[in-house]
T-cell receptor
Framework: DAGVIQSPRHEVTEMGQEVTLRCKLI?????LFWYRQTMMRGLELLIY????????DSGMPEDRFSAKMPNASFSTLKIQPSEPRDSAVYFC?????????????FGPGTRLLVL | QQQVKQSPQSLIVQKGGISIINCAYE??????FPWYQQFPGKGPALLIA?????SEKKEGRFTISFNKSAKQFSLHIMDSQPGDSATYFC??????????FGEGTQLTVNP
């Protein structure tokens, strides 16, 4: 069974460009989480969804960041315009909300470098 | 209130030794405490987890010790192996889906 799938795995872009990161949830999961990982700030939750509905977006840095779930199995995280300080590894994770322990399964991450 | 404090930041252990990583939390509403293991270039993966109704959980060489009154929990890795070299994160969850992660511990096990 496939795990969480993220694309692209690596992205290099120039400041000011739009960046779109993609995530496919594990089949049957109903919660989706976007995280950002940096050396300075560790693993930060940006936003999470339950059943396609955004529940907590308090971690989204600013209006330049937006996330959507156009359907139950897919999500995008968009940064427009991108800035060098957005350089980080972005992970999405999915879980089954009804499960008692609700294990989050992480994807392999997208390594973003904004020049 | 939502923070989880983790220590040490880095740890070097000899092969066969015991690795111990500690975490402390403040929010008494947390009721699920997982540990995640992350290898370079990979996403974190669940290693072991515990609920506060037990004081210890063991899975193979990995043990979580939980002290509810002190609001602390720790990961013990017995007979540490070079393949255990990774970054370890403790986390805590309350009634919602949100996990609060510690800062991470980079473990190096020397051969």
């Amino acid at each position: 069974d496939a795990g969480v799938i993220q694309s692209p795995r690596h992205e290099v872009t120039e400041m000011g460009q739009e960046v779109t990161l993609r995530c496919k949830l594990i089949s049957g999961h109903n919660s989706l989480f976007w995280y950002r990982q940096t050396m300075m700030r560790g693993l930060e939750l940006l936003i999470y969804f339950n059943n396609n509905v955004p529940i907590d977006d308090s971690g989204m840095p600013e209006d330049r960041f937006s996330a959507k779930m156009p359907n139950a199995s897919f999500s995008t995280l968009k940064i427009q315009p991108s800035e060098p300080r957005d350089s980080a590894v972005y992970f999405c994770a999915s879980s089954l909300r009804l499960a008692a322990q609700e294990t989050q399964y992480f994807g392999p991450g997208t390594r973003l470098l904004v020049l | 209130q939502q923070q989880v404090k983790q220590s040490p930041q880095s740890l070097i252990v000899q092969k066969g030794g015991i690795s111990i990583i500690n975490c402390a939390y403040e929010n008494t509403a947390f009721d699920y405490f997982p540990w995640y293991q992350q290898f370079p270039g990979k996403g974190p993966a669940l290693l072991i987890a515990i609920r506060p109704d037990v004081s210890e959980k063991k899975e193979g060489r990995f043990t979580i010790s939980f002290n509810k009154s002190a609001k602390q929990f720790s990961l013990h890795i017995m007979d540490s192996q070079p393949g255990d070299s990774a970054t370890y994160f403790c986390a805590a969850k309350g009634s919602g889906s949100r996990l609060t992660f510690g800062e991470g511990t980079q473990l190096t096990v020397n051969p």
